[in-house]
């Protein structure tokens, strides 16, 4: 499949369940304010934009960047967004990936439902796109995108996952997939209602596992209580003598620190977190072999 890449801060586009609508990726309307900490990262050295991705007969959108001079195959970093889809803070990320040598991809796993960007609010969005995505859907929208990659020049046997907020939950879910190698979670659920679309959550699959994951939490965290999270320490604990991958799970929880603190085009975004997650993160991913 020829590969569509587009050096433009404006060049994604995304396609709805309606149909094709071009948007200029920017920030998603139920984000905003955005700050003036929101970062920027350059194209310099990279190739960066739109690519559909062919899960059976569905196209998928995805943004993806990687280096624009890479040598030989490279390592897999699966972005996965905040329950505000693909926009400017997740496609900015890939590019950060893709700095460090990566083939990063965020795929647009909200396009069936519709665009985020069409809802004024969180609660909105909760309803009306994140519930009618369920977690087997976007589980095989990721191992397509693997398999996408690994015939574009990404390297299958080193494969890590990383999400925010909802994809910080299905970072974990992730984990179960045989190809990922490593996951780094950032204040994704840890616990909650068990619907049809949502059958279990990372407390209940610790045994599952077959990749280590990081988990980054932060202490001030209303909707992820401290609780909840020795709760997914207990269960891999429990785990921990017949699975390897439940035993190296970490997590590193910042004290006096909300949720959503990476997103630095938002007012929860704490730098000095943000800096170190960001440092562990990439230091997790050498550590287990994805880098």
């Known amino acids: 499949m020829t590969e569509k890449i587009q050096n433009s801060r404006r060049g994604f586009i995304k396609a709805s369940a309606i149909g094709a609508t071009g948007i200029g990726i920017g920030f998603v309307t139920a984000s905003e304010p955005v700050m003036a900490a929101a970062i920027e990262t350059d194209f310099a050295g990279l190739k960066a934009g739109e690519q559909m991705i062919p899960v059976g007969s569905f196209q998928l959108p995805a943004y993806v960047s990687r280096p624009e001079k890479a040598k030989g195959s490279l390592p897999i970093v699966i972005v996965v967004s905040e329950i505000f889809g693909v926009h400017e803070y997740i496609a900015d990320v890939t590019r950060r990936f893709a700095k460090l040598g990566y083939l990063a991809i965020a795929p647009e796993f909200f396009t069936r439902a519709g665009d985020p960007n069409t809802y004024g609010t969180i609660a909105e969005i909760q309803a009306n796109i994140v519930a009618k995505t369920p977690d087997t859907q976007v589980l095989n929208d990721l191992q397509a995108a693997l398999v996408w990659a690994g015939k574009n020049g990404g390297d299958l046997k080193r494969v890590g996952v990383t999400g925010f907020c909802w994809g910080g939950r299905i970072t974990w879910l992730s984990a179960t997939l045989p190809q990922v190698r490593a996951g780094v979670a950032w204040y994704g659920r840890l616990i909650g209602e068990k619907t049809e679309g949502n059958p279990r959550h990372p407390v209940d699959i610790a045994a599952e596992l077959k990749a280590p994951v990081l988990g980054l939490y932060g202490g001030a965290d209303t909707g992820i209580s401290l609780e909840s999270i020795d709760q997914m320490r207990a269960a891999l604990a429990l785990a921990a003598p ?37 440092e562990k993160c990439i230091a997790w991913f050498k550590k287990m072999g994805v880098a």
């Open 242 to 278: 017949k699975n390897p991958a439940a035993k190296a799970c970490q997590f590193e929880v910042y004290p006096d620190t909300p949720h959503a603190f990476h997103a630095d085009y938002r007012a929860s975004y704490r730098e000095g977190p943000a800096k170190d997650g960001w």
